[in-house]
């Protein structure tokens, strides 16, 4: 049985799957601090508006204003940035690893 799951995890690869995948979820949390404790200051500072995050901007859904409830833009434009940030670096990474196969 022994030889059988290793055959398994060698066959399909699993081993080096679960490599990216950890190596993947490191690399989320790595750039993710970089966008959220270098990047974001820098964009909330220039964007600050009477004290007020942007990532607490919002479209308003009543006639109550800011207090009511609505559509949190500001947070959107957040996690786009983050996503931008992030798939730049992966592609950057694949770029730099791996090699087209040449011509033939």
Not at 3 to 29: H, P, Q, Y
Not at 56 to 70: A, V
Not at 74 to 99: H, M, S, T, W
């Amino acid at each position: 049985m022994w030889k059988e799951f290793k055959a398994f995890l060698v066959k399909d690869n699993l081993v080096g799957l679960a490599i990216a995948v950890i190596l993947g979820l490191a690399l989320n949390k790595l750039v993710g601090s970089i966008v959220d404790d270098m990047i974001m200051p820098l964009v909330n500072l220039a964007t600050s508006a009477a004290g007020e995050s942007w990532k607490e901007w919002k479209i308003p859904l009543t006639s109550q204003g800011r207090e009511g409830p609505g559509l949190l833009i500001g947070n959107l434009i957040g996690n786009l940035i983050n996503f931008f940030i992030i798939g730049l670096v992966c592609f950057f990474i694949a770029k730099a690893f791996i090699k087209p196969k040449p011509a033939a």
